[in-house]
C-alpha cells in the first residue's frame, strides 16, 4: 500500500526574474507524479511575481502612523510599513473600520476579527526580516491570483494538484491557492509540521508523494 | 448645539488619549556603545597585508523593538592624510558571522543587544606592511546604520570609532 510522503526540493534563491511554474519544472518534474500534490511557499511565488516593496519606496500615511501603533509588533502590521502596505492593497479605510471592530471584539473576547475583516493580504504580507536575504530589506505581499499559480503547475506538470501555501514552525499551515478539487483542511494537515523549513534552507517547494493512492485507499476503508 | 459641542470635545479627548497612548508607547532606540567596545586585535598578518577586529556591542534601551535593517562601517583615512595603506573595513554580527559584506536585518527586542565584529583590512601601498603600521595615524571609523522601529526609517551613525596607532602596534606586537 502507498504511503504519503514529503519531499523538500532544493533550488536556488529565486527573484522576480523566475517563473514559479518554470523553476518547479527545472528543479522537480522528473520527482512529480500523476498522483501527487505540489505545494509551493507563498512568499516565493509572490517573490517571482515581484511582489515586494523597499521601506524606502513607500510614503507612509498619516492613518499608517497612527494604526500600526495598535498591533502588536510581533506582526507584520505592527510597522508603519507593513500597515501602509496593506491599507494600499486592501483600502485605508476598510482598515480603519476592521480594526475598531476588532477592537471591540476583542473586548468581547474574540480574537481574529481585524485580521478576518480587513482583507487577505493582512494575513499574509511579510515585514522587513520576514524573508531570507536578499528580500530580508523588503516587505513581502501575498502572491497574486494563488489559485490560478496552482492550476497553472498542476496543468504544465500532470500532478494530481497544487497548492500555494503559507507555512510556519508556529503550526500554522494557511492554503492560500489551490487547484481544483482538493481540500485545503487535509492539505493544511500535512503541511502542518512544515516541511519546508526555515528560508535558509531554500526548500519552496514540497511534493506530496502518492496523495490520490492515499486519500483513495483511505475513502475505500 | 450642545450635541456638536459633545461632539468636538469627544473627538478631542479622542485625540488626545490616542497622541498620549502612542507617547507612552515610545519606539525603539538602538545604540552602539563604542565606548564598551574591545580594543583592536589582530588577525592575520602577512607580507604586506594585516587583518585587525572589534567587538562593539549594541542595545536597544528604547521601548519597543528595533530592527536594524542595514549597518555598515565607513572608515576614514584620506590620502592627503596618509597613503601608506590601502584600506577595507566592514561588520557583521557577531552571532551571524559572514564575510560577503552584507547586513542582513536584524530585529533588537526591547532592552537587549548584541555586538557587531568590526573588521579593518589594512593593505602596505609599498609591500611592508610592518613599515607602513609605524607610520600610520589614527583612524576614525564611522559606524552607520538604518533602524526601524514603530516610526518611519531612519540612518545615523554611531559615536566615531578611533582606531589608533599605538592600539594598532600592540595588537601587531601582541603577534610576537
Known amino acids: 500500500m502507498a504511503e504519503l510522503g514529503l519531499i523538500p526540493v532544493k533550488t536556488r534563491i529565486l527573484t522576480d526574474s523566475d517563473n514559479i511554474v518554470d523553476t518547479i519544472e527545472a528543479y522537480a518534474k522528473d520527482d512529480i507524479g500523476p498522483d501527487d500534490i505540489v505545494c509551493v511557499a507563498e512568499s516565493v511565488v509572490a517573490i517571482t511575481q515581484g511582489r515586494m516593496v523597499r521601506p524606502e519606496e513607500l510614503n507612509p500615511c498619516f492613518l499608517a502612523k497612527v494604526l500600526c501603533r495598535f498591533i502588536p509588533q510581533k506582526g507584520s502590521l ?7 502596505c496593506v491599507m494600499e492593497a486592501e483600502g485605508k479605510w476598510r482598515v480603519l473600520y476592521s480594526l475598531i471592530i476588532g477592537m471591540f471584539a476583542k473586548l468581547v473576547g474574540k480574537s481574529g476579527v481585524f485580521y478576518q475583516m480587513a482583507g487577505r493580504q ?3 504580507i511579510d515585514d522587513v526580516t520576514g524573508t531570507m536575504p536578499p528580500f530580508d530589506k523588503h516587505l513581502v505581499f501575498g ?8 492550476e497553472e503547475i498542476k496543468q504544465r506538470l500532470g500532478c494530481y494538484g497544487a497548492t500555494v501555501a503559507d507555512v510556519n514552525d508556529l503550526k500554522r499551515a494557511l492554503i492560500v491557492g489551490l487547484s481544483k478539487g482538493l481540500e485545503a483542511k487535509r492539505i493544511s494537515q500535512i503541511l502542518i509540521d512544515n516541511p519546508f523549513g526555515n528560508a535558509s534552507q531554500r526548500t519552496p517547494i514540497v511534493i506530496i508523494k502518492n496523495y490520490r493512492l492515499v486519500e483513495q485507499a483511505s475513502a475505500a476503508n | 448645539m450642545d450635541f456638536l459641542i459633545v461632539l468636538l470635545v469627544a473627538a478631542l479627548f479622542l485625540v ?17 556603545l563604542v565606548n564598551e567596545r574591545t580594543p583592536f586585535t589582530l ?4 607580507q604586506d597585508t594585516a587583518v585587525f577586529s572589534a567587538q562593539v556591542p549594541f542595545i536597544n534601551k528604547g521601548t519597543q523593538d528595533g530592527i536594524i535593517m542595514d549597518a555598515y562601517t565607513r572608515h576614514l583615512l584620506p590620502r592627503e592624510q596618509y597613503d601608506g595603506v590601502a584600506v577595507v573595513s ?17 530585529i533588537v527586542p526591547i532592552g537587549t543587544g548584541r555586538a ?11 609591500g611592508d606592511i610592518t613599515a607602513a603600521l609605524k607610520e600610520m595615524p589614527d583612524m576614525g571609523i564611522d559606524i552607520v546604520y538604518q533602524v526601524l522601529g514603530r516610526t518611519p526609517w ?3 551613525k554611531a559615536p566615531r570609532i578611533v582606531m589608533k596607532q599605538a592600539e594598532i602596534l600592540t595588537a601587531v606586537g601582541d603577534l610576537g
Open chain 2, 116 to 126: 557587531v565584529i568590526v573588521t579593518v583590512k589594512l593593505t602596505a601601498q609599498n
Open chain 2, 16 to 32: 488626545v488619549a490616542i497622541w498620549l497612548y502612542i507617547a507612552h508607547q515610545g519606539d525603539a532606540e538602538i545604540a552602539f
Open chain 1, 78 to 84: 505592527g510597522s508603519v510599513y507593513g500597515m501602509q
Open chain 2, 43 to 46: 588577525v592575520e598578518k602577512t
Open chain 1, 143 to 150: 502572491p497574486d491570483r494563488p489559485n490560478e499559480v496552482a
Open chain 2, 90 to 106: 566592514r561588520l557583521e554580527l557577531d552571532n551571524a558571522p559572514r564575510d560577503d559584506g552584507y547586513f542582513e536585518a536584524y
Open chain 2, 154 to 156: 531612519y540612518i545615523t
Open chain 1, 122 to 124: 493582512a494575513a499574509l
